[in-house]
Every structure is written in C-alpha cells, then in structure tokens.
C-alpha cells in the first residue's frame, strides 16, 4: 500500500484526483499545501524539491520509500486500487480515455469559461462564447454516454469518474446554472452521486452547485494585477487555451493600452500568497557574503579554499556559529532514516537558506548513531526562534553558540566542513554527511 506524501497548493483540482484515489484505495497520503511544509511558489523552486521534482510543478508526490513522481494523472494512478485504475484490459483503456478526454477537452474551455468569472483572467467575450460551445459538446457526449450508465466506465467509480468530475469542478461551482445544464440532466446526476460519495466528500466538503452563471469579475481582476507584480517571478506555464483563443487575446492587447496581463490558476494562487516578512530584515548589512561562501564551498577544495575563504571573510558582529546535536541518538534505528530526518529538517527550513549555511553529520551505524552539526546564521541569536516556521525540528537538538575565538570553534568548523577529522568529542565513525546551503 502506497504511503507518502502530496505536495500542492490548498484547493488544487488537480491533486483532488489524487486525494480522492487515495481515499478508496486505503493508500496513506499525508497532504503538504501549507507552510512550514510547503509554501507553493518557494519550497518548489528549492534545489532539494528541483532534485526530486525537475518541472518545480504541483501537484508532486513523494513516497515514504523515496519514490517521486509528478503529473497529477501519474500519481492518481499509483495512489489508485486495481478497480480504480479498470479491473479488466479493456476497463483500464477506457478509464485512460476518460482520463485523457478530461485533459484534452474539458480543461481548456473550461478554463477559458471560468477563470474570467474568478478574475483571474481577462474577460474575452469571442473566447468565453466559443468556449460555451465547446462546454456544450463535452456535456452532450457525456450526457449520451451516461444515459444507460450510473458511472463512466462499468459499474463503480473508477479513476474516470474522479478525473472528470474533478476537471469539471470550477465549472458545476462556477458557470454550469441549472438552465444551462438542464438539456444535460444524466451528466448532473452522475457528478452529483459523485460528489456525494464519501470519498469525495472527505476532499472536497460541501460542493456547492452554482444556482447563477457567474460572469467577469473585473474587480477581482484589477485587485490581483498589483498583487500579482509582487509575485515571486515564475516561467509561464503554459496555458490552458486554444490558439485562436491566444490570437484574440493579442488583437485585443493591441486595442487596449495598457495591457493588463492575464493569469492562470497557479499564478492566481501564487498572488494570493501573504508576503512572507524577512526576520533578518532588521539586522544592519553584513560584508559576509554568505552566497558567495557558498559558491566556494561547492566549487572548491574545502580545506584548502573553502575554510579558509571563510575565516578570512567570516563577520563576527554580523553572525553567529553553533554546535547542535540530536537530543535522541537512542532512538534513530536505520541510518536511511536519520539521513531522512536531516534532510527533512533542511527542507522544512527552507526560507533559511538565504542566511544560513550547516554541515551536518551522521555518526555511527543502524541502531548505534548520533546526529551533529554546525551551523552559521545571520545575527547572534538562534534564527529557529525567528519564524514559526523554522521551529519544527530544533527543538530535538541541543544548541551551544561556540565562541568564534577558540579553538574548539576553528576545530569544529574545520571537520564539519571538511567531513574529516577526529572529531573528538563524537567517538563514532563519519557515516554520512549533509549539507544547508
Ligand atoms: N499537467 C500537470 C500540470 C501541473 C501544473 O501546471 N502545476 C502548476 C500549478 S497549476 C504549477 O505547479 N506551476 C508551478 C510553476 O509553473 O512554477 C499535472 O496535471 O500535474
């Protein structure tokens, strides 16, 4: 059974597939849309997330075991049971269909219809009008496939019923009022037992069915433009429209100067986002250029560039070192697992990495280890105490500011950097080694 872990932003359709497959297949999916787990738009441009997850997009998914694997159908699949995913060949070809026909068809006129009425995207009434049509087809089809069927495919809910309700999600809340739908009444029987089904209902709550077609709302788009500047800065992803749909919207650039930009669904999330504020933002400049340190240390050779780069440059005034050591060596088991809880720990302070650097190591072996490092932030005071964000791990470690000084200090530093030395006051073997930067 598949255990692991969701990453996403909050309200994501797309992850909704995966969180419902999960609900009926038993698998145990931990669910990161919110700091200090994850914030979209920053933890998925980390490099540890670029490693596991190179595209840096949402919904992504990360086994308890290790394994990776983006693109929400992907990991709806896996997250999925055997009648979930077609219990026969032919069933599983058909769930693909119905899978592959909500991605190619559903989403991009729906998207065109509803991110206008969210303000979300400029309002191009040729672009909503075609769109409408296009809506009216895909009801139509379904509308003629449901008439002799409860579900899309056999007789239970398969990985197709959850693909298309959830792509047509925006457009039941949104667009879809009971006159529009009403010549397509299987179709709204059929999405409604959907939504009905516990296992919906543990994701998506109450969906509430739009009684009045919304139309733009140029507030909510002129609100989100300003917002949207402050952004951190993205690649575009690409949109979900039809070319000629991306012709329009250029003739009507051209006509109205100046041009308001449209978003997609992502940067909408991203501007909602609150504007983290810096906890260093007080502490006067310092000349220690923590990047430029950083480069050294992982371009160049580490005793003979990179240490002593560092104390030539190092900022005693401007920052601190310190000596923190895993309060519970008794209970770290496998060696894969305390190397799991580091790495962890470093990904949880993520928005540290511009003001901090640490080497940390794992000493010894299975059932015999212990967990050690040195760390340099910015200021004099432990930075965990900063943001609540940061106060997940460190408290399970013992913290001891070292005097710059001494030379226990310029030892630890040494070692720790180098992952080599006596390490005195260890009395374990180096077993593996980890880097914040
Ligand atoms: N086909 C992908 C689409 C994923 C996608 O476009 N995710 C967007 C959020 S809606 C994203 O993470 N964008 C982040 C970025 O482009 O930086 C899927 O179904 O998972």
Redesign the pocket.
């Known amino acids: 059974m598949a255990a692991g872990t969701l990453y996403t932003y909050p309200e ?1 359709w ?1 992850a909704f597939k995966a969180q419902i497959a999960a609900q009926y297949s038993g698998a145990r999916l931990k669910v990161a849309s919110n700091a200090p787990a994850f914030t979209f738009g920053q933890t ?1 441009r980390t490099p540890a997330f670029l490693n596991n997850f190179p595209l ?4 992504a998914y990360q086994g308890d075991d290790g394994f990776c694997l ?4 992907a990991i709806a699949h896996y997250l999925s049971n055997d009648a979930l995913r077609g219990a026969s060949p032919q069933a599983a070809a058909q769930v693909l269909q119905w899978v592959s026909f909500a991605d190619a068809e559903i989403i991009p006129p729906a998207s065109a219809w509803v991110f206008p009425t969210l303000g979300i995207m400029q309002f191009n009434k040729q672009a909503t009008e075609q769109a409408k049509e296009e809506v009216k087809k895909v009801l139509s089809l379904l509308n003629q496939h449901l008439n002799t069927r409860t579900f899309l495919v056999g007789e239970r809910i398969t990985l197709a019923d959850i693909s298309v309700a959830c792509s047509m999600l925006w457009l039941y809340k949104q667009v879809l009022e009971p006159s529009f739908v009403q010549p397509y009444s299987n179709v709204t029987r059929w999405f409604v037992t959907c939504i009905n089904q516990p296992q919906f209902k543990a994701v998506l709550g109450e969906v509430k069915l739009c009684e009045k077609m919304a139309q733009f709302d140029a507030k909510k788009f002129s609100d989100l433009q300003p917002k949207r500047e402050t952004a951190p800065k ?2 575009k ?1 690409p949109k979900e429209s039809k070319p000629q749909e991306k012709k329009e919207k250029k003739k009507e650039e051209k006509k109205a100067a100046p041009a308001v930009e449209e978003m997609d ?2 940067e909408a999330a991203l501007a909602s986002e609150p504007k983290a504020k810096d906890p260093f933002a007080l502490l006067p400049k310092s000349a220690f250029v923590m990047d430029e340190f950083k480069r050294k240390y992982s371009n160049e050779d580490t005793l003979s560039v990179a240490v002593p780069y560092f104390w030539e440059n190092f900022d005693r005034e401007g920052y601190s070192i310190w000596y923190g050591e895993y309060k519970f060596p008794e209970e770290l088991a496998m060696t894969f697992m305390s190397c799991n809880l580091i790495t962890g720990m470093f990904q949880r302070l993520d928005k540290l990495r511009k003001n901090g650097f640490a080497s940390v190591i794992l000493f010894g072996g299975n059932n015999d280890s212990t967990i050690s490092g040195i760390w340099i932030f910015r200021g004099q005071d432990l930075a965990f105490t900063l943001s609540e964000d940061w106060q997940i791990d460190y408290e399970s470690y013992d913290w001891r500011k070292l005097d710059v000084d001494s030379q226990e200090c310029k030892t630890m530093v040494k070692e720790y950097f180098a992952w080599e030395g006596e390490f005195k006051h260890v009395g374990k073997p180096f077993n593996q080694g980890k880097v914040f930067k």
């Open positions: 994501n797309r998925n840096g997009k949402v919904p983006f693109e929400s159908n993205k690649e992803a669904e992502c």
